[in-house]
């Protein structure tokens, strides 16, 4: 089991970082949208310096990490190493195998929509995994350890300034753009995480408790909780069951406990996040 969970996780960080690049290169640095972070500082030296985003990208990253692992230590793990790096060379080889000068359309909304979903979903499932991209989150680890700033706003202001120097580098169009895209990504990684971590809280009231509980304990492999109850109005002893797990065993569960007992009382409500074994960790 937790072999398939290392899988799972490697699958999500090598994914997101695929997304990751993928957004940034083809939707970010063609138009210009610098919505903070390493990302955003290379999309703004890019033009002034003569030297690509992809090389700015993965220098910027490796210079982070090594300040992470000088200041850090152990702390900054092999997980975002591996994200870091992954992401700053797959960035570096499209510049290489699909150079493009230019965005892919006429239309700067659309291409923003691209741009905040794609790198959102990345970070996500890399943030699932219990993993980073590198770049701006090592620096918020650095100013944790060692200042007492609040580490939330001064990212946040760091990402203003960055999108703010759109304005000087690619004008008030981009610049405003930029802006958006820093808003929105605050919102929608949010989102992303929360939708995969959605699970189904489920309390069932049965006369088959036995059943059901071993439906639960065998094929979902999930713990059970039981007690015994008396309904008010019928006065009838019954037992309620309390489970949790993943929104696609929610299915299996809720056919599976109609079949043994139609006459049961089903609630099920949805979890953003539950902590504890065969779950996340804290």
Same mark, same amino acid.
């Given at each position: 089991?937790?072999?398939?969970?290392?899988?799972?996780?490697?699958?999500?960080?090598?994914?997101?970082?695929?997304?990751?690049?993928?957004?940034?290169?083809?939707?970010?640095?063609?138009?210009?949208?610098?919505?903070?972070?390493?990302?955003?500082?290379?999309?703004?030296?890019?033009?002034?310096?003569?030297?690509? %985003?992809?090389?700015?990208?993965?220098?910027?990253?490796?210079?982070?990490?090594?300040?992470?692992?000088?200041?850090?230590?152990?702390?900054?793990?092999?997980?975002?190493?591996?994200?870091?790096?992954?992401?700053? %060379?797959?960035?570096?080889?499209?510049? =290489?195998?699909?150079?493009?000068?230019?965005? =892919?359309?006429?239309?700067?909304?659309?291409?923003?929509?691209?741009?905040?979903?794609?790198?959102?979903?990345?970070?996500?499932?890399?943030?699932? %995994?219990?993993?980073?991209?590198?770049?701006? @989150?090592? %620096?918020?680890?650095?100013?944790?350890?060692?200042?007492?700033?609040?580490?939330?706003?001064?990212?946040?202001?760091?990402?203003? =300034?960055?999108?703010?120097?759109?304005?000087?580098?690619?004008?008030?169009?981009?610049?405003?753009?930029?802006?958006?895209?820093?808003?929105?990504?605050?919102?929608?990684? @949010?989102?992303?995480?929360?939708?995969?971590?959605?699970?189904?809280?489920?309390?069932?009231?049965?006369?088959?408790?036995?059943?059901?509980?071993?439906?639960?304990?065998?094929? =979902?492999?999930?713990?059970?909780?039981?007690?015994?109850?008396?309904?008010?109005?019928?006065? @009838?002893?019954?037992?309620?069951?309390?489970?949790?797990?993943?929104?696609?065993?929610?299915?299996?569960?809720?056919?599976?406990?109609?079949?043994? @007992?139609?006459?049961?009382?089903?609630?099920?409500?949805?979890?953003?996040?539950?902590?504890?074994?065969?779950?996340?960790?804290?």
């Amino acid at each position: 089991m937790m072999k398939k969970k290392k899988w799972v996780n490697f699958g999500m960080m090598t994914l997101g970082s695929l997304l990751l690049a993928v957004g940034v290169y083809f939707f970010k640095i063609p138009n210009g949208f610098a919505t903070g972070g390493v990302t955003g500082i290379a999309t703004i030296l890019a033009p002034i310096t003569f030297i690509s %985003a992809g090389i700015w990208i993965w220098v910027l990253n490796i210079v982070l990490l090594i300040l992470g692992f000088l200041f850090l230590g152990k702390q900054n793990g092999l997980k975002t190493v591996y994200c870091s790096m992954l992401y700053s %060379a797959v960035t570096y080889l499209l510049e =290489l195998v699909i150079p493009i000068s230019e965005p =892919l359309s006429s239309e700067p909304l659309l291409e923003l929509v691209y741009a905040m979903l794609l790198t959102s979903i990345g970070s996500a499932m890399i943030f699932n %995994a219990n993993a980073s991209s590198g770049g701006t @989150d090592i %620096a918020a680890l650095i100013l944790k350890k060692y200042t007492s700033l609040d580490v939330g706003k001064s990212l946040l202001a760091v990402d203003f =300034l960055v999108a703010s120097s759109a304005f000087f580098v690619f004008g008030v169009t981009t610049g405003l753009f930029s802006l958006l895209g820093l808003f929105a990504k605050a919102f929608l990684v @949010d989102g992303v995480i929360e939708n995969l971590n959605t699970c189904k809280y489920f309390v069932v009231i049965t006369k088959k408790r036995e059943e059901i509980s071993e439906f639960i304990i065998q094929t =979902l492999h999930h713990g059970v909780t039981a007690s015994t109850v008396v309904g008010e109005y019928t006065k @009838d002893e019954k037992t309620m069951i309390h489970t949790v797990c993943k929104r696609a065993e929610a299915v299996k569960l809720r056919t599976k406990i109609k079949e043994i @007992d139609p006459h049961a009382f089903v609630i099920i409500t949805t979890s953003s996040e539950i902590i504890g074994r065969g779950f996340r960790s804290v």
